[in-house]
């Protein structure tokens, strides 16, 4: 089978699967596209309970850019769940930490699988009909503000460049660095014998001060042939509450 048919077959059979259990998600109602739904999760190869999670976000992500649906989707791998039988080869304490920022402001405190959609709402990652719920909603309401970005890959490093409509001193500005089509062999622990597969996992995560409409940020550009399966998000996050205010992404060529 060619690589072509795959992806149709994929497409096809990820928009039968959101069909049948009711994820046809609202129209955009703002002109040009600018309402959003940021789906971060928060997961960890070592926790029995987040494999329906992964796979859940997986198909969300597919359906979001099958359909270029502004569902910006995040899977950030937490370490605290990481032990003598198994670590996250993904993981980082910094996820960790941004996870705990949330348990400082919304409902719920720290655990897996858990996810949040626009910084506003958390609850059990595996958890479809809350997701849908609440990206609908998102989906239907109109940005505080916008935030462009492009991509300079010409050198070593992958420079991105933003432009927002509106700096705000009180927010900060967040770009992830995901990539698709992991797959890990868990040997050991919880999940011991299972093969995990992830999509937009975070590699790398910054966060600056929205003190300009413009400005840019600097990532290491993966070392490998197939750019292909990374993008970048970005999105402008309170830094009182953690609501997200506007997002958008890009991927790699």
């Known amino acids: 089978?060619?690589?072509?048919?795959?992806?149709?077959?994929?497409?096809?059979s990820t928009a039968l699967w959101l069909f049948s259990t009711g994820f046809i998600f609202a129209q955009d109602k703002q002109a040009g596209g600018d309402s959003f739904a940021v789906v971060e999760l928060f997961v960890s190869e070592g926790c029995s309970?987040?494999?329906?999670?992964d796979e859940f976000l997986s198909k969300l992500t597919n359906y979001a850019r099958s359909s270029n649906k502004r569902i910006y989707t995040l899977s950030f791998q937490v370490d605290y769940w990481n032990n003598s039988e198994w670590a996250d080869p993904f993981s980082s304490p910094l996820f960790t930490q941004r996870q705990q920022q949330y348990a400082n402001v919304l409902p719920g405190g720290v655990y897996i699988p858990e996810m949040i959609i626009n910084g506003k709402e958390a609850f059990v990652g595996s958890d479809e009909g809350k997701a849908k719920q609440y990206i609908?909603?998102?989906?239907?309401?109109?940005?505080?503000?916008?935030?462009?970005?492009?991509?300079?890959?010409s050198g070593n490093?992958?420079?991105?460049?933003?432009?927002?409509?509106?700096?705000?001193?009180?927010?900060?500005?967040?770009?992830?660095?995901?990539?698709?089509?992991?797959?890990?062999?868990?040997?050991?622990?919880?999940n011991g014998g299972r093969t995990l597969k992830h999509d937009n996992v975070v590699r790398e995560f910054k966060t600056i001060d929205l003190n300009n409409v413009k400005g840019s940020i600097v990532f290491p550009k993966p070392q490998e042939n197939d750019l292909t399966r990374y993008s970048v998000i970005a999105f402008i996050q309170s830094k009182r509450d953690m609501a997200i205010s506007a997002a958008t992404g890009i991927d790699l060529k």
């Open 136 to 153: 609908d909603h998102y989906l239907s309401n109109p940005p505080e503000n916008n935030v462009t970005l492009n991509l300079d890959q």
């Open 49 to 53: 309970d987040c494999p329906p999670a």
């Open 157 to 190: 490093d992958l420079k991105v460049n933003y432009t927002v409509a509106h700096q705000n001193g009180n927010s900060v500005i967040n770009f992830a660095l995901v990539e698709r089509g992991l797959v890990s062999q868990v040997t050991d622990g919880e």
């Open 1 to 12: 089978m060619n690589k072509e048919k795959r992806i149709k077959i994929l497409i096809l």
